[in-house]
């Protein structure tokens, strides 16, 4: 398995070789909801970040990209939890989502990063690898300008067990080069 994914990976690196035009890179910001899920002790929340998008072939982009968010009070028979903070600092592989391409660009991404719960009320701070994956909506406003809407169901692990969330957001992505 892993040589066919070494296999993989070289001949995705000599078709951008072979298509050497200029990196398509962007940069742009998202906002929107963070829902727990099947966790009692927190409620709905928002999240917002900064992330790049760098084309590698064009229906494939890189995003790193960080983000802070912030889960609501939460309670659990009859006791009330406060809300934790979650933070990543991550990088997902976008398949399709085409920069520079106008009109409605649907995509799936995957993604891994270091993901941050901290809650000041009780102490808790924990970083791990988490992952995420999720749908999305891309609409090409311009030749340098995208609107995203995505869905990313997040996996953070904890040392004991995981909590898990999705992220419903909106962004704005635009392209400094390559265009």
């Not at 035009?21 to 928002?46: C, H, L, R, W, Y």
């Not at 072939?57 to 903070?85: H, M």
């Not at 009109?103 to 970083?127: H, M, Q, R």
Request: proline share 4%.
């Amino acid at each position: 398995m892993r040589r066919i994914l070494v296999i993989l990976g070289l001949m995705l690196f000599s078709v951008s070789m072979v298509n050497a035009e200029t990196p398509k890179i962007g940069v742009g910001a998202f906002g929107g909801m963070n829902m727990p899920i099947v966790q009692a002790d927190q409620s709905n929340g928002s999240v917002f970040g900064l992330k790049a998008k760098v084309k590698i072939i064009p229906v494939l982009l890189l995003e790193p990209n960080i983000s802070f968010g912030k889960w609501g009070d939460g309670e659990n028979e009859g006791i009330e939890f406060p809300g934790s903070k979650i933070s990543s600092l991550g990088i997902d592989a976008v398949l399709g989502n085409s920069p520079g391409v106008i009109g409605v660009k649907p995509f799936f991404l995957v993604g891994a990063g270091i993901y941050t719960v901290k809650n000041d009320d009780t102490g808790y701070d924990e970083s791990k690898l988490g992952y995420c994956a999720g749908l999305g909506l891309g609409i090409g406003v311009g030749p340098k300008m995208d609107i995203d809407i995505t869905g990313k169901a997040v996996l953070a692990a904890q040392e004991k067990g995981s909590k898990k969330a999705v992220f419903i957001t909106a962004g704005l992505t635009y392209y400094l080069m390559g265009m």
